[in-house]
Antibody, heavy 116, light 112 residues
Framework: EVHLVESGGGLAQPGESRRLSCAAS????????MTWYRQAPGRALEWVAY??????HYADSVTGRFSISRDNAKNSVYLQMSSLRAEDTAIYYC???????????WGQGTLVTVSS | DVVMTQSPLSLPVTLGQPASISCRSS???????????LNWFQQRPGQSPRRLIH???NRDSGVPDRFSGTGSGTDFTLEISKVEAEDVGVYYC?????????FGQGTRLEIK
């Protein structure tokens, strides 16, 4: 069974950095495309970043501030977030594929709150 | 960026009756790989989203056959043949053809 477990959420001050992690299990991690999505309180889903066979891509709203990476030896994907803003407050979800592939799995999400 | 526009934004439906959600994209979604990468997601209250449909009309594993997706080019539809109580939630379309990926605003389905 596929499991995706996000961690690293919490309260951050504006301008600070934070790193989210996603531990994957139950599937062959290395060839899989991994994606981060987010959902601000009461708002629609938003795609954030992708890493996989199609390269690395970011949403306009996070380009230059966020960085996605992966460690295939640890079956993990990361989202390094810097220069955090109040509008980055959201639940961040890690997913396996969910863009073009026939495969799609979601984690339970981790909440990031950016506030002074 | 591709703009995804859903309608309606609120959808009250009687149990057992059909429901339909429209999604329009500002650009065509046919990818160079020959597929149209239009996805439909469901988000039940308090839960993580799950995908229902990929490539416009393909149901994801485990999705009941009362859900169906149709459309091509820029116009797409998600249909539920007979709404059940567990279908309450918000439905999103998302295009996966053009970077960056973009979502519609969401359609809230409720039971009348």
């Amino acid at each position: 069974e596929v499991h995706l477990v996000e961690s690293g959420g919490g309260l951050a001050q504006p301008g600070e950095s934070r790193r989210l992690s996603c531990a994957a299990s139950g599937f062959t991690f290395t060839p899989s495309g991994m994606t981060w999505y987010r959902q601000a309180p009461g708002r629609a889903l938003e795609w954030v970043a992708y890493i996989g066979s199609s390269g690395i891509h970011y949403a306009d709203s996070v380009t230059g501030r966020f960085s996605i990476s992966r460690d295939n030896a640890k079956n993990s994907v990361y989202l390094q977030m810097s220069s955090l803003r109040a509008e980055d407050t959201a639940i961040y979800y890690c997913t396996r594929e969910c863009i073009r592939a026939s495969i799609c799995s979601w984690g339970q999400g981790t909440l990031v709150t950016v506030s002074s | 960026d591709v703009v995804m526009t859903q309608s309606p934004l609120s959808l009250p439906v009687t149990l057992g009756q059909p429901a339909s959600i429209s999604c329009r994209s500002s650009q065509g979604l046919l990818h160079i790989d020959g597929y149209t990468h239009l996805n439909w997601f469901q988000q039940r209250p308090g839960q993580s989203p799950r995908r229902l449909i990929h490539k416009a009309s393909n149901r994801d594993s485990g999705v009941p056959d009362r859900f169906s997706g149709t459309g091509s080019g820029t116009d797409f539809t998600l249909e539920i043949s007979k709404v059940e109580a567990e279908d309450v939630g918000v439905y999103y379309c998302m295009q996966g053809t053009h970077w960056p990926m973009t979502f519609g605003q969401g359609t809230r389905l409720e039971i009348k």
